[in-house]
T-cell receptor, first 117, second 112 residues
Framework: GAVVSQHPSWVICKSGTSVKIECRSLDFQATTMFWYRQFPKQSLMLMATSNEGSKATYEQGVEKDKFLINHASLTLSTLTVTSAHPEDSSFYIC?????????????FGEGSWLTVV | GESVGLHLPTLSVQEGDNSIINCAYSNSASDYFIWYKQESGKGPQFIIDIRSNMDKRQGQRVTVLLNKTVKHLSLQIAATQPGDSAVYFCAENPPAGNKLTFGGGTRVLVKP
């Protein structure tokens, strides 16, 4: 069964609005979670590293004010796409490591499809 | 502007045959490697991993081979089945880092 859960699986929002995506680790504590973006037929692009209780670390070229990340607990990280535009439409995926899964094993959520209209 | 998508290399394999997927990694200091399978519209699914102190590891129907000399990783799937059709990504983890770097991916198509 899934060890990392994402919600919602898909969302449609109007341009200019904000949308929040949740990533939860199931049955284990994730001190670190990662957020990726994936365009069709492309590999995963790391957006940011989410650390519990501290600020997220963003990859070069990723706007931190655009993609707000909050890791308030050891089992939940959220990604908020603010003032969304059609070019933000993409497949967003989170992953988590830590806890009983072992230091280096990283599992992914099922992904969230965002469509901005 | 319009983004240009990469054309994923595709491996077509007959059902029942063995598949070999190759990956070249970039960081000679990486000490941990993972293979993922991604089906259309879903998140990556962990298949098998290997640490740099090993050159081979076997799982259920899958084998990962690591050649550190040429920074090459391969995934072998035995008796490929239709359910194996997906995109396969390798990922590397540098020793001092906490995040994975993904390869470009290979699409596997299993022909009945």
């Amino acid at each position: 069964g899934a060890v990392v859960s994402q919600h919602p699986s898909w969302v449609i929002c109007k341009s200019g609005t904000s949308v929040k995506i949740e990533c939860r680790s199931l049955d284990f504590q994730a001190t670190t979670m990662f957020w990726y973006r994936q365009f069709p037929k492309q590999s995963l692009m790391l957006m940011a590293t989410s650390n519990e209780g501290s600020k997220a670390t963003y990859e070069q070229g990723v706007e931190k004010d655009k993609f707000l990340i909050n890791h308030a607990s050891l089992t939940l990280s959220t990604l908020t796409v603010t003032s969304a535009h059609p070019e933000d439409s993409s497949f967003y995926i989170c992953s988590a490591r830590g806890g009983w899964l072992g230091r280096n094993t990283i599992y992914f959520g099922e992904g969230s499809w965002l469509t901005v209209v | 502007g319009e983004s240009v998508g990469l054309h994923l290399p595709t491996l077509s394999v007959q059902e029942g045959d063995n598949s070999i997927i190759n990956c070249a990694y970039s960081n000679s200091a990486s000490d941990y490697f993972i293979w993922y399978k991604q089906e259309s519209g879903k998140g990556p699914q962990f298949i098998i991993d290997i640490r740099s102190n090993m050159d081979k590891r076997q799982g259920q129907r899958v084998t990962v081979l690591l050649n550190k000399t040429v920074k090459h990783l391969s995934l072998q799937i035995a008796a490929t089945q239709p359910g194996d059709s997906a995109v396969y990504f390798c990922a590397e983890n540098p020793p001092a880092g906490n995040k994975l770097t993904f390869g470009g991916g290979t699409r596997v198509l299993v022909k009945p």
